[in-house]
Every structure is written in structure tokens, then in C-alpha cells.
């Protein structure tokens, strides 16, 4: 398999949690790939995986922030109709709380091209309408004001810092309950191999807790309980 989010890895992914594959991760060096504060916008959002598409905001500048802006060709417009099908648009909005990266519309229009999701260390504006377009929204919460009164808009796809992770343009991002996790592309191809096995061994290892089993010689395992694991997958086999 390819070091890219095909669809094959995005159905294996889908079957991950961001919890496993943090832990994967973290036994390959990596302790720093969960966005901070972007969180589910609503409880009910699936897991959902794609590739990362970057967009980044900077501080704001007076002549550069302003609804004149918006229709420049460095645009958020112009980065939206220049998104794939199937992508997680990654904004980065250096955890400004009190400025929505993006409205109802910009969402809605989001939702037409097909965009996985939306995931941002910022927050949205237009809370009920960005309800209403159906995309999966990771993010902080919301806030009236435009992008304009607190961010400048300058690029996308490039590499950019969103929740203290940073974030290279096709990455894997996988989100779910606990929040956003990023998969740099190098490292996919092992993560696919490992999170299927480790998932299958977290849940008969909640299996024998739920029998009575202690946990120290459990989790982590010890060799008789290693064995003990290893004899079960065989019989599954």
C-alpha cells in the first residue's frame, strides 16, 4: 500500500480510534499529534479520515484584515474551491477564540465540493447555519465576529501549526469523539499495519477485565498473559 490516504487505508482508519493510534504512534517516537481544541462540533459525528488539506491565518493586520479582503485571490474563497473531494481542511488559527474562521456559507459550500471535514484550532461563526450544512466540524466552539476581527487569511497548502501539531499537506487526519489526530505520511504505512492487531488486543484485554482479571501482568502484558493472548488468536485464526 501507497503512503497515501487511498481508500483502502481510509477504511482500515475508520475502524481506529484516535486513542490506538495515539498510542501507536507515541511507541514510535511521536508524542505530539492530537490538536489541541478541536473538538466535535456536535456528539453524533462519525470517525472520519482523509487527507490534510492546510489553510493559515495570522494575526490580524489592519490593512490586511478586512472585508475587502475577502474577495482577493488569497482568499479562504479562493483555498475552498481549490479543495479535493474527500480531504479534512486543517485551519490553522492560532486558538483565536473570539474570531469564527468560517460561516454557514463558506461551510455549506464546503459541503458541495464533497470535503470530508473541518478542523480547526479556532472556531466557526454562525453557529446554527454551520449545524445545518452537515459538515463535520472539529473546532473550539463559536464566536460572532468574522475571521477579519481577529486573523489575517495568507495561504493554504503549505505546512502550518494548528493545535500545537504540525500539519504537512497530505498527512492522514483521522477525527473522532476524542478529537483530531494527524498521521505524518511517512509513518501510514506501519500505523495501518499495527492498529488493526492493537485494537484487537485492547478489546480482549477489556474482555478479561470484565472476567475479573487484575491488571497488573494484563496491561501491559506480562509473558503468561502474552501467551495466553497469543494461544487466543490462534484459535481465532
Known amino acids: 500500500m501507497s503512503a497515501s490516504t487511498n481508500s483502502e487505508a481510509v477504511e482500515i482508519l475508520k475502524n481506529i480510534t484516535t486513542a490506538t493510534l495515539t498510542t501507536i504512534l507515541l ?6 499529534v492530537w490538536i489541541r481544541g478541536a473538538m466535535p462540533l456536535r456528539p453524533d459525528q ?21 472585508p475587502a479582503s475577502w474577495g482577493s485571490p488569497i482568499s479562504t474563497r479562493a483555498a475552498i474551491e481549490d479543495m479535493p473531494e474527500g480531504c479534512v481542511a486543517v485551519i490553522d488559527a492560532m486558538g483565536i477564540a473570539d474570531a469564527g474562521v468560517f460561516g454557514d456559507i463558506l461551510c455549506a459550500r464546503m459541503q458541495k ?18 449545524l445545518g450544512t452537515g459538515l463535520p466540524v472539529w ?25 500545537g501539531v504540525a500539519v504537512i499537506p497530505g498527512d492522514t487526519i483521522v477525527v473522532d469523539a476524542d478529537g483530531a489526530v494527524v498521521i505524518p505520511q511517512a509513518l501510514l504505512d506501519e500505523v495501518l499495519a499495527e492498529a488493526p492487531e492493537q485494537e484487537r488486543m485492547e478489546a480482549w484485554i477489556v474482555e478479561e477485565v470484565e472476567r475479573g482479571a487484575k491488571l497488573p501482568g494484563l496491561y ?6 502474552r501467551a495466553r493472548y497469543d494461544a487466543f488468536r490462534k484459535g481465532q485464526g
Open 27 to 32: 511507541k514510535k517516537g511521536l508524542r505530539n
Open 139 to 163: 473546532c473550539r466552539g463559536a464566536a460572532a465576529p468574522p475571521s477579519v476581527a481577529g486573523l489575517t487569511f495568507v495561504g493554504w497548502n503549505e505546512t502550518i501549526g494548528c493545535g
Open 220 to 225: 501491559p502484558m506480562n509473558e503468561e498473559t
Open 46 to 66: 462519525p470517525r472520519i479520515v482523509g487527507p490534510a488539506f492546510t489553510l493559515r491565518f495570522v494575526p490580524a493586520r489592519e490593512d490586511l484584515a478586512t
Open 113 to 130: 465540493r464533497q470535503v470530508a471535514a473541518m478542523v480547526t484550532d479556532g472556531v466557526v461563526r454562525d453557529l446554527g447555519g454551520v
